[in-house]
């Protein structure tokens, strides 16, 4: 098959073209490198099987291909919050062109969405079926609201033109390729300690995130996108084991062996307390589940960073 990666550049996105190049397709990378890096794919430039295309998707895209993997947007707050309008764009433009490309080929779309849809959590662990609780007017809703409208959109699309979908609700996620600037909480951690920096966390630390590595989410996508067409979502792709932001700090000093000081800062505007998946409909649905340890994954993450350092 021929297969886009829209954010083909990108931490998710580039590992999803190096699965896809494994498994014997072709793969197409579309990504507009704001938070996107060529080095991501460089290993894949002048193979006959990739192709690069610098393009935003709020613009439409007209090509040939078997299937679709929309992966474009910012996924992190400084990034997302430095150009909210064109975050919350790339989601609704972004799926709405997506989408019609999927309609007029006939082909399958697969919609990267995002724990954030939950926002704050009044319930624990988060289920596909709880709406969540979203400040609609917060610095973070360019991103929360932006995945929702889009998710709306790939429904009324499956409704109405029976365009054959597929929604994953992604969890934090994390691995080697991170951006050194990305902004959220493993590499910053990582970031700091490696550079014999304080480490910097919000509130009192005691908010709880739950941590995939990338290479478990991958094979989470590729089994959503190749279930049975009757299988839309969405459906929660996250590691379910939970861990405060002052035992993930710890662990990080247990791996490098290097011991730094913490500092806390004010929690930001709209932080979730709590991030949990049930991932019962995953299990159930694609016989998915994450493989790789936190400590493990840590460890593959600090050794990329420490040699890009």
Not at 221 to 229: A, G, W
Request: hydrophobic share 40%; charged share 20%; with cysteine.
């Amino acid at each position: 098959m021929r297969v886009m990666v829209t954010g083909g550049a990108g931490l998710l996105g580039s590992h999803l073209c190096d699965r896809l190049i494994e498994m014997g397709h072709e793969v197409l990378a579309v990504d507009n490198l704001y938070t996107g890096s060529k080095e991501n794919i460089q290993k894949h430039l002048g193979d006959p099987k990739f192709e690069f295309l610098r393009h935003d998707i709020k613009i439409p895209l007209f090509v040939e291909v078997d299937a679709i993997y929309n992966l474009a947007c910012p996924a992190s707050p400084v990034h997302y919050q430095k150009a909210p309008v064109q975050t919350i764009k790339t989601s609704i433009l972004g799926a709405i062109n997506m989408l019609g490309l999927a309609r007029r080929l006939k082909i399958p779309v697969l919609q990267a969405s995002t724990s954030e849809v939950y926002g704050d959590p009044a319930v624990s662990p988060q289920h596909e079926s709880y709406w969540g609780n979203v400040n609609p007017i917060g610095v973070r809703s360019c991103y929360d609201e932006g995945k929702r409208a889009a998710e709306s959109l790939f429904f009324d699309y499956w409704r109405e033109y029976e365009v054959q979908i597929k929604v994953a609700r992604i969890f934090n996620t994390y691995g080697p390729r991170m951006a050194l600037d990305d902004g959220r909480v493993v590499s910053n951690l990582v970031l700091q300690n490696l550079r014999n920096k304080p480490l910097s966390l919000f509130g009192d630390g005691s908010q709880t995130r739950s941590f995939c590595f990338v290479s478990d989410l991958i094979e989470g996508l590729i089994r959503l996108m190749s279930s049975e067409p009757d299988v839309t979502g969405p459906i929660n792709l996250g590691n379910p084991t939970e861990i405060s932001m002052v035992s993930l700090a710890n662990e990080i000093m247990t791996i490098t062996g290097i011991k730094s000081p913490i500092t806390y800062l004010p929690l930001p505007a709209d932080d979730p307390k709590q991030r949990k998946p049930d991932i019962s409909q995953a299990k159930q649905l694609l016989k998915w589940e994450p493989k790789v340890s936190l400590r493990e994954g840590l460890s593959k993450t600090i050794s990329d960073f420490q040699a890009r350092l």
